[in-house]
């Protein structure tokens, strides 16, 4: 249940992205973005776990931060195997995407999931 939550939540945050900055990144629906937020939660499953251990000593390196650029990373390949549904215009529009949700899921969590955890 947690995931689909995510998947939904993660659509919204797509949406509310495309419509501050509709000429770096496009969604062509609310439906186009539940599916980009589907594969790329597929692709969180599958290959982010590979490109964290293969740039392991840089994201040591960066203190964790060069975990925005492999979110990027998968951001990007949401685009390509979306099409033209769901378009990101640079890898720099991606690591802003990337930095943007991970602040935002970072704050839904501490306030919907935490307080659920409480109760």
């Known amino acids: ?14 949406v509310a992205i495309a419509g501050f900055s509709e000429e770096s990144f496009y969604i062509s629906s609310f439906g186009a973005a539940i599916g ?3 594969i790329l939660s597929i692709l969180n499953i599958l290959v982010r776990p590979v490109l964290i251990i293969l740039t392991l000593p840089v994201t040591l390196f960066t203190l964790g ?24 215009a640079s ?3 991606a690591l802003l995407v990337a930095i943007v949700m991970s602040i935002a899921n ?14």
């Not at 249940?1 to 797509?14: D, E, K, P, S, Y």
């Not at 060069?66 to 195997?81: G, S, Y």
């Not at 970072?106 to 109760?119: A, C, H, S, T, V």
Request: proline fraction near 0%; charge should be positive.
């Open 1 to 14: 249940m947690r995931w689909i939550v995510g998947i939904i939540i993660n659509a919204v945050l797509f």
């Open 36 to 38: 980009a937020s589907f």
């Open 65 to 88: 931060f060069f975990l925005f650029v492999i979110n990027a990373i998968t951001l990007q390949l949401t685009d390509r195997i979306m099409g033209s549904s769901f378009e990101i």
């Open 91 to 93: 890898f720099g529009t």
């Open 106 to 119: 970072l704050i839904i969590q501490k306030f919907i999931f935490d307080k659920k955890r409480g109760e």
